[in-house]
């Protein structure tokens, strides 16, 4: 079966500028993470989606961030304006299985601002 | 609520030596562990996790992890590493009644295969 898709790959922009990031999770897979991984860290969640509702964006900074799943599928995640400091990798992931918790990553966005 | 804690940032190992990463997590509930490796430019991939029965989990590549519950870890271990295992390795935790099933992740640590 095809993996999470993400793009695109790589992305260079200057501060204040905005971005955005585009995820299509596994087929049938409800749920579908965005996570802000900084260079030496591990993940960190900005949002999770339950089919096209928010289960948490507690994490999320909401005043330059936002992210959609309009038909519960495909989502993007997009910043406006952009800071130095959201240079990171943006992972996208989906399960199936919630009670097992196991997720599948896509390949990541690396966002670098300058 | 879960925390993580990943001992090492880097562990370096001469190639076809054993290894062992180290994790310990802290909880008031019972958990869910995993392990997730990421190769270079490359996502997360799911290496091995625990949800109950027996304590020594194995996984893809030749990696085990044991779960300890009265030393609340769960160390990752190979007999012999190659080349191929240069990447960075992550533990996370979940508490296994949590309504929203989210990992809390430890920092990682970077395994660093000499020749």
């Known amino acids: 079966e095809a993996g999470v898709a993400q793009s695109p790959r790589y992305k260079i922009i200057e501060k204040r500028q905005s971005v955005a990031f585009w995820c299509n999770p596994i087929s049938g897979h409800a749920t579908l993470y965005w996570y802000q991984q900084i260079l030496g860290q591990g993940p960190k969640l900005l949002i999770q989606?339950?089919?096209?509702?928010?289960?948490?964006d507690s994490q999320l900074p909401k005043d330059r961030f936002s992210a959609e799943r309009l038909k519960g599928v495909d989502s993007t995640l997009k910043i406006q304006p952009a800071k130095l400091e959201d240079s990171a990798v943006y992972l996208c992931?989906?399960?199936?299985?919630?009670?097992?918790?196991?997720?599948?990553f896509g390949p990541g966005t690396r966002l670098t601002v300058t | 609520a879960q925390s993580v804690t990943q001992l090492d940032s880097q562990v370096p190992v001469f190639e076809e030596a054993p290894v062992e990463l180290r994790c310990n997590y802290s909880s008031s509930v019972s958990v869910y562990l995993f392990w997730y490796v990421q190769y270079p430019n490359q996502g997360l991939q799911l290496l091995l996790k625990y949800l109950s029965g027996s304590t020594l989990v194995k996984g893809i590549n030749g990696f085990e992890a044991e779960f300890n519950k009265s030393q609340t870890s769960f160390h990752l271990r190979k007999p012999s590493v190659h080349i191929s295992d240069t990447a960075e390795y992550f533990c996370a935790v979940r508490g296994e009644a949590d309504s929203n099933y989210q990992l809390i992740w430890g920092a990682g640590t970077k395994l660093i295969i000499k020749p």
């Open positions: 989606f339950q089919n096209n509702g928010v289960v948490d």
């Open positions: 992931a989906s399960s199936l299985d919630l009670a097992t918790g196991t997720q599948y």
